[in-house]
């Protein structure tokens, strides 16, 4: 994958001078104190005019990416690794979620610019928190449709009809991950929901993961999901030990053995960003065949909802 990325191209500086941040007290002759109301008025205009011609700036760079030839619009890795860096330097009484939530709706419009993004949702809740948590990352407005299982958005994500799947989080019992263990051409776990793992009340409450036919691309901070074909007696312990041995730490686990089948199919996370190629995938004597990996995600920021 190409490390450049329609969806996140830095901003160019504004040519017009230094936009104020309002984290400084204004000085008298600002022209703010004397000039009242009208006069702090038409500074939040010029502040917003010069914002807004940023964005616009910021679109024209994206056009030029898209041109560029590159083979996926997004890429969650860099986008979360964008909105850390953002976080970690805001300053001043802004709540740091309104920050996540403008990039977010920002990162999803550049996104949407390159044409055809859209999701498949499997939601079976009657309240629709996976469809919530999709419209809550992607934006609004991005086209959207709901299947009742897991199965139908992974068909439309294999065949190019969604650019992304939003489904449960895997367990057992909700075992769709099955499937990515023999799907050809290979489907990727590249996200996790929510991003912004501090609930506010009235927010889904529901995890999700995000699949994708492109692979995920790191964050610097992350994890990933590994898919293994076992005898069907393996037990966990076992697993777990040779994980570890083999320098991969384990952290949830989810094993699947079908009645009278010889084989068990086990998901594992682990800590850290893992590629088809790691040799400490070979280090597994447990397995049947070369575990595969099934993705991985930028792990979700736990910052304050105000």
């Known amino acids: 994958m190409m490390s450049s990325s329609v969806s996140t191209a830095d ?3 504004v040519a017009s001078g230094p936009v104020s941040t ?13 000039g009242g109301l009208p006069a702090l008025r038409a500074e939040l205009d010029r502040i917003d005019d010069a914002i807004h011609d940023l964005l616009m700036q910021r679109a024209g760079i994206v056009e030029y990416v898209a041109r560029s030839g590159k083979p996926a619009a997004f890429r969650p890795g ?18 740091p979620v309104a920050v996540f939530r403008i990039w977010r709706e920002l990162l999803a419009g550049t996104t949407a610019m390159q ?3 859209s999701l498949a949702v499997c939601d079976t809740d009657q309240g629709v928190p996976l469809t919530q948590l999709a419209r809550e990352h992607f ?10 299982s897991a199965g139908q958005a992974l068909v439309d994500v294999s065949q190019g009809v969604a650019s992304v799947a939003v489904l449960p989080y895997p367990s057992e019992t909700d075992n769709w991950w099955v499937a990515l263990l023999h799907h050809e051409p290979r489907l990727h776990i590249i996200g996790r929901l929510p991003f912004w793992k501090t609930r506010p009340d009235g927010a889904p409450t529901a995890q999700a993961l995000v699949v994708a036919a492109t ?21 966990r312990a076992r697993l777990s030990s040779e994980l570890t041995g083999a320098g991969l ?25 893992l590629a088809d190629d790691d040799a400490r995938l070979l280090n597994l004597g447990s397995v049947l065949r070369r575990p595969i990996v099934l993705g991985s995600y930028a792990l979700p920021i736990a910052g304050a909802v105000r």
């Open 11 to 13: 901003p160019a500086p």
């Open 22 to 34: 309002g984290s400084e007290e204004p000085s008298p002759q600002d022209g703010w104190r004397t």
């Open 78 to 95: 860099r986008e979360a690794s964008i909105i850390r860096r953002l976080l970690d330097r805001h300053r001043g009484t802004l709540p």
């Open 115 to 117: 044409g055809g993004f």
């Open 139 to 148: 934006g609004a407005l991005t086209p959207l449709r709901i299947y009742g």
């Open 215 to 235: 692979p995920a691309d790191a964050s610097g901070d992350d994890q990933s999901f590994l898919g293994l074909e076992c005898d069907s007696d393996v037990s």
């Open 249 to 273: 730490k384990p952290l949830t686990m989810a094993l699947v053995r079908g009645r009278g089948a010889p084989v068990a199919n086990v998901l594992v996370e682990v800590e850290g960003y």
